[in-house]
């Protein structure tokens, strides 16, 4: 079992920054690919990005890449999302995810946290 807990949301501006937090507990190591998706109201759960358990190895979905950027410390059991000049169009649940069954950046996933709310405004 993995227990995941997103924190570091909140309201910000249009073109501000903020940076979201996944603290994972409850798995000996950290050797397993982690992501952030997101979810708007009425909207489908979507990819943001992802990494592998060296950092060897990212993907960003083409709307943040540029913007976004992802990262994790081992040593923490912790993964990282900085996010700068956002937009409203990012607002969004954020949920931090860990072992995919299959593609890193599809919502399959084994384990989920339990989300934070980002609200941009313009």
């Known amino acids: 079992q993995v227990q995941l807990v997103e924190s570091g949301g909140g309201l910000v501006q249009a073109g501000g920054s903020l940076r979201l937090s996944c603290a994972a507990s409850g798995r000996p190591g950290s050797l397993y690919p982690m992501g952030w998706f997101r979810q708007a109201p009425g909207k489908e759960r979507k990819f943001v990005a992802a990494i592998n358990w060296s950092s060897t190895s990212i993907d960003y979905e083409d709307s943040v890449k540029g913007r976004f950027t992802i990262s994790r410390v081992n040593a923490k059991n912790t993964v990282y999302l900085q996010m700068n000049s956002l937009k409203p169009e990012d607002t969004a649940v954020y949920y931090c995810?860990?072992?995919?069954?299959?593609?890193?950046?599809?919502?399959?996933?084994?384990?989920w946290g339990q989300g934070t709310q980002v609200t941009v405004s313009s």
């Open positions: 995810a860990a072992i995919p069954r299959g593609i890193a950046t599809m919502p399959d996933y084994v384990y």
